[in-house]
Structure formats: structure tokens, C-alpha cells
């Protein structure tokens, strides 16, 4: 498994946007504690082109249609964000703190992600 930092992935993303980066990668904020599951985490914030984002993207995709016909938006939402987080193996909402470190986001704010999520989608 190949381990390299945020700043290491953000400065090949800029170099070539067509760089492949090896599968199974895990991309940390140069703080080997916390690493991020590119898999399955989900980053806020820039650059956020990471496989565990297109994995939430895909389940916007899919579940759109629903969510337009969901009486309570906001439990259709917690509903996505349940799934991924109990799911095996689970991803995170993370977002960069003030200590340049990624840190687990509180639900609230992770279903507020999905819905901004979900209500872009629906625009397109």
C-alpha cells in the first residue's frame, strides 16, 4: 500500500491532471495518526477529487430521483449518510481544522453535505 501526504496529492493533481494515483492509496495530511481512506472517506473542501467522494456523487446519482419525491428531505439525507457510515468498511466526513489535520465531521453537518449534494444534482 502506497502512503503519500495531502500536499504530495495536490501538488501531482496540479502537475497533470491525467496522473494515475495507485490504487489502494491512502492520502494523509502529513499526520500518519490520521490517515484518510481515499476509498471511502469524503473530504470537504478543495480538491476533493477522491474515490470516496465519487462514491457519494454515484449515490447522489442514483438516489436523485427519490430524493425529489422524499417527503422529509432531511431524513432521506441522514438515511444516506447512516448508510455509509455503518457500512464495511465505513467512510468518514472529513474537513481540515485549523491544525492542517483531517477530523471527523458531527452528522449535522455530513447530512448537510449530502443534501447540498443532492439539491446540486437536482440542478443539472
Known sequence: ??????AQYNHVRKKSDGV???EGAIFGAMDKDRNIDADHDILSGKNTHYPGNEKLSHLVKENHKAYSNAENTIKFATGIVESLRSADPSSRFLTMNDADKYVDIVDAKAIKKVLEALRKYKKQ
Not at 500500500?1 to 495531502?6: G, N
Open 1 to 6: 500500500m502506497k502512503i503519500i501526504s495531502e
Open 20 to 22: 494515475e494515483i495507485a
